[in-house]
């Protein structure tokens, strides 16, 4: 594919013959996907209204494994659909030309993964399912958020009955008898032929996308999603490589990221003092308090979970795990609170440090000690 082609119909400048073209690669990927993870998981990944429907029915007889496991499909497709929106909004503040190729790239990676792994992961569980079925979920969301921002919410991809509707909404517009309110002043009822035209290939990709993974998986596995994994690494690569060119290669990369980071590592400490406060108030839910205590205990923890002389991993709790979690509970805790606690709290406010955290950080270490110890007893026994 010419350089040119990739870069429009990726980047970040977007138009409708763009989206549309994306769209029909995409549905292509999602039928083979979702046919072929049938095979492999037999189940059908992207239909979220039959998972729904299933936790329902086996909630009124009482089948509570599956529940469970409807559960985790469902919640590995919201997390999908989060990841898509986090990636674009990112991508979106950070004026990259790849905001909308950088969902591509990870379903590509997980695709990659599902392709390599799949045979080994289906006897893994995580949360309640197995990694097979949370893996092929979190792709379908994954791409049917990014469509949806992409296009806002005039395409999908994996949601062929919505498409369906559309296609019979447009056709009863079409067959519609104009002639028998000829000159009464109404306007006449006529279809969108083109939205017509977009929805019937879109949903031939998906049938043909269908066909060519059931036919993949059966005759060659789970390494069958690799082709599907190339194309899209394919379709996101050149605004991807645009991004790495004018912004990751320039000298003061390091630089510009350490202090990136101290500056978010310096917001995030700011917000602690009245984080604490927040966790006293009794308008803030007690889920709310529950995490915003153990958030503040850790940040004012003398010792850290993972240790500051390890080399760059050292930092990945200061500057990712601490400020995700102080997110996580400013966004539990009612606004009007925060605000009330973040002027009471002031600038310069101080907290002293929690030793019973620190305890509890060396307990921790030496938990983790001992099952590693126990693991490799057991390997080499």
């Known amino acids: 594919m010419p350089t040119s082609y990739l870069r429009q119909l990726t980047g970040r400048v977007?138009?409708?013959?763009?989206?549309?073209?994306?769209?029909?690669?995409?549905?292509?990927?999602?039928?083979?996907?979702?046919?072929?993870g049938f095979l492999a998981v037999q189940q059908y990944t992207s239909h979220m209204s039959g998972i729904v429907s299933a936790m329902a029915d086996n909630l009124a007889l009482?089948?509570?494994?599956?529940?469970?496991?409807?559960?985790?499909?469902?919640?590995?497709?919201?997390?999908?659909?989060?990841?898509?929106a986090i990636l674009i909004n990112w991508g979106r503040r950070e004026r990259l030309h790849s905001e909308y190729a950088l969902p591509l790239m990870l379903e590509s990676a997980l695709l990659v993964c599902f392709g390599l792994l799949g045979s080994n992961l289906e006897h893994h569980e995580w949360l309640f399912?197995?990694?097979?079925?949370?893996?092929?979920?979190?792709i379908m969301g994954l791409q049917n958020a990014m469509i949806t921002k992409i296009s806002n919410a005039e395409i999908r991809t994996t949601h062929v009955t919505g498409m369906v509707t559309d296609i019979g909404i447009e056709l009863g517009k079409l067959f519609y008898w104009n002639l028998a309110r000829a000159g009464n002043g109404h306007p006449p009822v006529l279809a969108n032929r083109q939205k017509l035209r977009v929805l019937a290939v879109l949903v031939s990709l998906f049938f043909a996308g269908g066909v060519i993974g059931a036919l993949g998986f059966k005759h060659i596995g789970f390494s069958s999603t690799l082709p599907l994994a190339t194309l899209l690494l394919a379709l996101a690569a050149v605004p991807v490589i645009d991004d790495v060119r004018h912004r990751l290669l320039r000298r003061d990369l390091l630089q510009r990221l350490a202090a990136r980071a101290r500056a978010w590592e310096g917001e995030v400490r700011r917000e602690?003092?009245?984080?604490?406060?927040a966790a006293r108030d009794p308008r803030t839910p007690w889920y709310a308090k529950g995490v915003a205590r153990l958030i503040t205990a850790y940040a004012l923890s003398p010792i850290d979970l993972v240790p500051d002389w390890i080399p760059v991993i050292g930092h990945l709790d200061d500057v990712v795990l601490l400020p995700l979690g102080v997110l996580v509970a400013i966004r539990l805790i009612p606004p009007a609170v925060m605000e009330q606690h973040r002027a009471a709290a002031g600038p310069t406010a101080e907290a002293p440090v929690n030793w019973i955290a620190g305890a509890a950080v060396i307990v921790l270490w030496m938990a983790a000690a001992a099952g590693v110890a126990a693991w490799l007893a057991r390997r080499f026994s």
């Open 62 to 84: 009482g089948n509570i494994g599956l529940i469970l496991d409807g559960l985790g499909a469902l919640l590995s497709f919201l997390a999908g659909a989060a990841c898509s």
């Open 272 to 277: 602690l003092p009245a984080l604490r406060l």
């Open 14 to 36: 977007r138009s409708p013959q763009a989206n549309r073209q994306l769209a029909c690669y995409l549905a292509f990927v999602a039928g083979a996907t979702n046919a072929g």
């Open 129 to 138: 399912v197995p990694a097979t079925v949370m893996v092929l979920c979190f």
